[in-house]
C-alpha cells in the first residue's frame, strides 16, 4: 500500500529525468540543423548577409586586409569561420593577416585534409563551441589560471598535515564526547584551535574559494570540448597529434583534470549546508578544499592558455576543413622555397558567384605585369584574385584554380587607398604613406613582397603619374619584389619597357555593341587598345549618344 501511493511520485521524477535528457537532444539536434542550414546557404551562395565579420582582429593600416576584403560583411572570413569560440576566430583572423613559411602552410594542409572527411567531429566543435562561446570568459579564466599563488608550494604539505591532524582530533574528541560519554572538554579545545587557524587562514581560504566559481563553471564546458577531441584519433596529421598533446598537463588528460576540479569545488559547496555545516568546521572542510583547488590551480592553471590556443587552432583548421570539404574541386596549393614566385592556372575569385578564371605567373625573370584596360573591364578584380588566393594558400587552405604554386610572400595593395578628414590626409598623401609601406616591407624581404598596385597615382597629372611609378615599380623590383600595376595611362604601360624582360603588359578589353559595352573579363598579352570612358558616358545617359 505505502510503495503504490508513493508511485506518482517516482512516476513524475522519472518523467522530469527523461523530459531533461530529452529536451537537450532536441535543443543540440535544433543546433545541428541550422549548423548544416548555414553550410547549404554557403553552398547556394546566400551566405553573404550572415557569418562573423571581426574588423577588430585587423591592425591599423594593415598593408591588404581592407584591399582584398578579408574582414567586414560578405567577406573571407565571414565565409570561412566555422570557429564558435573567441580563440579560434583570433587564430583563423592571425593565419589571414601573416603569411606562414614553408613547412607551416604543409603542416595546416597535411590537418586540413585530414579534418575535411571528419564531419562528426566538425558538427561537435561547432555545437560544443558555442557553448563556449556563450558561457566562457577566456581572458579571466587565462588570468586566474596564471595568477600568483595564494598559498606557497612550500606550504601545502605542513598544512595538509596540520588540517588533516586536527580534522582527526576533532572526529576522535567527538566520538568520545558523545558515545563514551568523557564530556566535551577535548572537543571545545579542538573546536577553539581549528578556528583560530582558519581564523588566521580565512583571507586566502576565502580569496581561493571565490575565485574559483567562475572558472570552474568556464571550464566545465571547455572540458566537453577536450573531451571530445581527445577521444578523436589523430592519424594522418602531426599538427593533429600535436595538439592533442597540447591539451594533456604531463600524463593528465586536460578534462580529466577538470572534472578532479570540479569535485573539489563540489565538496567545497557541501559545507554550505546547514547540516553538514557543523561537520565541515570540525574536519576542516574548507581548508582542505582551498588546498585542493590551489594546487590544482598551480598545477594545471598555467596550462589553461595552453588549452584554449589549442582549442583555437583546431577550430580554425575545422574551419578550413569545413570549407575544403565544400569546395572539392578547390586543390591545395603548392608552396615551395626559393626566390619569390607565384603562378596560378585558372585564377578565380572565391567570394564571386560567376567569374571569368585567368592566369598568372610571376618570378624568375618576369617580375612585374602592368595591366591596362578599360574602365569596369576587370584590372582590380584579377588584383584581388591573386591576392585572395595566395592569402588562402599561405593560411592553409585550397585556393580557387586549377593549380596553383608559389613561395611565401608579404602582400602589400592599394586596391582601397581613401582619405582622411579626421587625419587630414588627401588620398594622394595616403597612397604615399602606403607604398612607403610597401617599400620598407620589400626591404625587410621576409618573406618577399607581392605588390598589387590598383591605378597607381591617379590622383596626380600623367606627367608626374609616370615619374612617380616607374620609379616606385624599378625600386619595388629592385628590393626583390614581384606584383602587378593596373593603370588606364597607356605612357604608364609603355614605360615598363626599362624593365625588359623582367616586365610585361597584358591587358583586358572590351566592346561596344548594339550602343552596349560588353566584356569578357579574359586577361590578354600587350597593351590595351582604347580606351571606353567616353562610350561609357554616353551608354549611361552622361553624354549625347553621337558628336
Known sequence: M???????????????????GAYRRRARAELAVEHYRRALRRLDDEWRDEGVQHREFVPADHPYAGDLDLFGPASLFA??????????????????????????VAARQEAVLALRERLDLREDLALLGGDVRAAVAPEA?????????????????????????????????????????????????????EGVVMRALRPRTAAIVAAVEGPRRDLDVIAQLLGRVEREPTAGSRRLAELAAELRTGEVAGSTAIARLARAVDWLEARKSGLFAPIAFLLMWELHGALTVERWRQTH??????????LGQLEALASLATYAYERPEDPMPTIVSGGPQVAGEALRHPLLRACVA???????????MMVSGSNMSGKSTLLRTLGINVVLALAGAPVSAKSMTLSPLQIGATLRIEDSLQNARSR?????????????????????????????????????????????????????????????????????????????????????????????????PGLVGRSNAIALMRAIGLLPASG
Open 2 to 20: 505505502l510503495a503504490a501511493s508513493f508511485a506518482p511520485l517516482f512516476g513524475f521524477f522519472a518523467l522530469v529525468v527523461l523530459h531533461e
Open 79 to 104: 565565409l570561412l569561420c566555422a570557429a564558435r569560440t573567441r580563440g579560434g576566430e583570433a587564430t583563423l583572423a592571425r593565419w589571414l593577416l601573416q603569411p606562414a613559411t614553408v613547412e607551416e
Open 141 to 193: 579564466l587565462v588570468a586566474w589560471g596564471g595568477a600568483p599563488p595564494q598559498i606557497d608550494a612550500a606550504r601545502f604539505v605542513p598544512l595538509r598535515l596540520l588540517a588533516s591532524a586536527l580534522a582527526l582530533a576533532g572526529v576522535v574528541t567527538a566520538v568520545l564526547a558523545f558515545a563514551a560519554d568523557l564530556g566535551f572538554v577535548p572537543l571545545l579545545i579542538v573546536a577553539v584551535i
Open 301 to 310: 592553471g598555467p596550462s589553461i592558455a595552453r588549452w584554449l590556443a589549442a
Open 358 to 368: 585567368n592566369s598568372v605567373a610571376l618570378g624568375e625573370p618576369l617580375r612585374v
Open 428 to 524: 594622394f598623401y595616403s597612397e604615399l604613406r602606403r607604398l612607403l609601406q610597401l617599400r620598407d616591407l620589400a626591404r625587410a624581404a621576409a618573406p618577399p613582397l607581392l605588390f598589387l598596385l590598383d591605378e597607381i597615382f591617379h590622383g596626380t597629372n600623367s606627367h608626374d603619374r609616370k615619374i612617380g611609378a616607374e620609379a616606385v615599380l624599378r625600386a619595388l623590383v629592385e628590393e626583390g619584389a614581384i606584383g602587378l600595376c593596373t593603370t588606364h595611362d597607356l605612357a604608364l604601360a609603355e614605360a615598363v619597357a626599362d624593365l625588359g624582360p623582367r616586365a610585361c603588359n597584358v591587358h583586358f578589353a572590351d566592346e561596344v555593341v548594339e550602343g552596349n559595352l560588353v566584356f569578357d573579363y579574359r586577361m590578354r
